[in-house]
């Protein structure tokens, strides 16, 4: 699993024109699912984006406020661009990603272990034709990535 976590202040996300979500301060979360990945990736996944110190308290700028601690909102949009590979030849592979109906599955159930915080959560539409706002704030980016080889 993959996913590239980023610290916002605001993010949505349209499709055929019209906003099928939007979030204030929080995280925006493009999440890719592997072919391997299991329940138990999704859950150390939903607990480290939960939990990972990404939000300064006060004027300091240290990250000492996860964005539960924030009570912060997330947008988690399906990528599974992120499994590309670009190693070889001109057009990426893609064949770590999971087949569609299985990355809709799991990638549904980390949402719900996403949803079990209280936090609000909203989402893209899987397999849509996306167009994604995001006002990174810092910038502060990351890549976290969870593999079940």
Known sequence: MRV???????SQVTVDGEVVGSIGKGLNLLVAIASTDTKAELAWMADKCLKLRLFP???NGRFDR??????GELI?????T??????????????MAAPPDVAEQRYQEFIEILKESGLKVE??????????????????????????C
């Open 123 to 148: 989402t893209g539409q899987f397999g849509a034709d996306m167009q994604v706002s995001i006002e990174n704030d810092g910038p502060v980016t990351f890549w976290l990535t969870r593999e079940n």
């Open 4 to 10: 590239l976590i980023q610290r916002v202040s605001s």
């Open 66 to 71: 996860s964005v539960t601690d924030i009570d």
């Open 57 to 59: 308290e006060g004027e």
């Open 82 to 95: 992120l499994y590309g590979g670009t190693n070889r030849g001109r057009r990426p592979s893609f064949g």
């Open 76 to 80: 988690v949009v399906s990528q599974f």
